[in-house]
């Protein structure tokens, strides 16, 4: 097989306003900003890549971000790309790990490079990555605003056809978040499951308080009830309520999984976890322990959700809804042929040819300093 040679590296940068604001750890933010990286071989085959750190969880400043990226465009130029890196199973880090990137900036060359690889071969990302993947992606609501807004939400991700949906926690009175998730479990009323997401808000008696006064709803899990992942620990085997792991990952090895009881998936955000690549150590070690493995975004484009809807088509073999509902934050999609969700479900068949370019009006290319 030829190999792929990096012909051409280009640097965008993007500004998109979000239809409202969003909170992240005490930071309101009312647009996404990040790059977008093409390479094209000599073929003129092209793959994209997004960078996005997501304020109040990245640790890398913007201008480490972009400082990394020049680099990367004058290193990486006229480079051969390694066979298989597609398996996932060090390649990358042997290829890319001598220029200690952050993990924005490696999840975002490592998505160009596969996308670059599947262009070349011809075949859909998902394919690439996992030959036996499937075309379809469930993914859950993500629930947002005021209660009168939540509960509109709610009513409306079930006629919508949505398996799952979530509700952020942690942020009022822990009664006031008592009284919320009862009304949604109302709402729903069985037709989807319920998720929360309490973003290491609580300290464990105040997460089993909690616990308690929802016991009679029923929750598929709640991710980070604690302060830290020992806790959590703690809170799910005194509360028997299933735990998800978000925040926690980035300072733990994949292999540190087997240590930790009760926990039922893992949240595999690649934009925080140092890319596809680490990302897909975490899955093949939750599924080694029968935990589940569930892709989720951060808040990235349509750009990144795309490449991350095809990951999580090859990562797990049931289609457990993931955590990319986030599209309908922002005003305008970047991409030419808009990624869209029906009845909680993103196609990619629509998406197995030729790579859907981003209007180049909502991007401005980075030359250099």
Not at 111 to 118: E, Q
Not at 174 to 196: Q, S, W, Y
Not at 204 to 212: G, H, K, R, S, V
Not at 287 to 296: A, T, Y
Request: glycine share 8%.
């Amino acid at each position: 097989m030829s190999a792929v040679t990096i012909a051409q590296i280009r640097l965008f940068s993007f500004r998109m306003p979000l239809v409202r604001p969003l909170i992240l750890k005490g930071n309101t933010v009312t647009r996404r900003e990040g790059y977008a990286i093409r390479l094209v071989d000599h073929d003129g085959h092209a793959g994209w890549g997004e960078v996005s750190p997501l304020p109040g969880f990245s640790r890398e400043s913007p201008a480490d971000t972009s400082s990394q990226l020049l680099s990367l465009k004058s290193r990486l130029s006229g480079q051969t790309i390694p066979y298989m890196l597609e398996q996932l199973d060090g390649g990358f880090d042997r290829w890319l790990g001598e220029y200690n990137l952050s993990p924005s900036v490696r999840f975002g060359i490592e998505m160009a490079v596969l996308n670059l690889t599947a262009a070349f071969r011809e075949i859909p990302l998902h394919s690439l990555l996992n030959p036996s993947s499937r075309p379809t992606v469930s993914v859950n609501a993500l629930l947002s605003g005021s209660p009168d807004d939540v509960f509109r939400q709610a009513e409306q991700a079930c006629k919508d056809g949505y398996r799952a949906v979530k509700l952020k926690v942690g942020r009022a009175p822990v009664d006031d978040e008592i009284k919320l998730t009862k009304c949604v479990c109302d709402k729903l009323d069985g037709t989807a499951t319920l998720r929360l997401d309490a973003n290491q808000a609580w300290s464990l008696d105040e997460a089993i308080t909690f616990a308690n006064g929802i016991a009679a709803c029923k929750i598929e899990y709640i991710e980070e009830p604690c302060h830290d992942a020992t806790s959590s620990r703690g809170f799910a085997n005194r509360t028997g309520l299933p735990v998800a792991l978000d925040e926690s990952l980035q300072n733990m090895a994949p292999e540190s999984l087997g240590k930790l009881t009760g926990i039922m998936v893992v949240i595999l955000k690649p934009t925080l976890l140092d890319g596809v690549e680490r990302s897909m150590r975490f899955a093949r070690e939750a599924r080694r322990l029968g935990i589940i493995p569930l892709i989720s975004s951060s808040f990235e484009s349509s750009l990144g959700i795309l490449a991350l809807a095809h990951l999580a088509s090859a990562t797990s073999d049931k289609d457990v809804p993931t955590g990319l509902g986030t599209l309908s934050w922002f005003e305008r999609d970047i991409l030419q042929t808009p990624l869209t969700v029906s009845s909680g479900i993103i196609q990619l068949g629509a998406y197995t040819g030729k790579m859907p370019e981003p209007d180049t009006t909502m991007l401005t290319e980075v030359h250099g300093v």
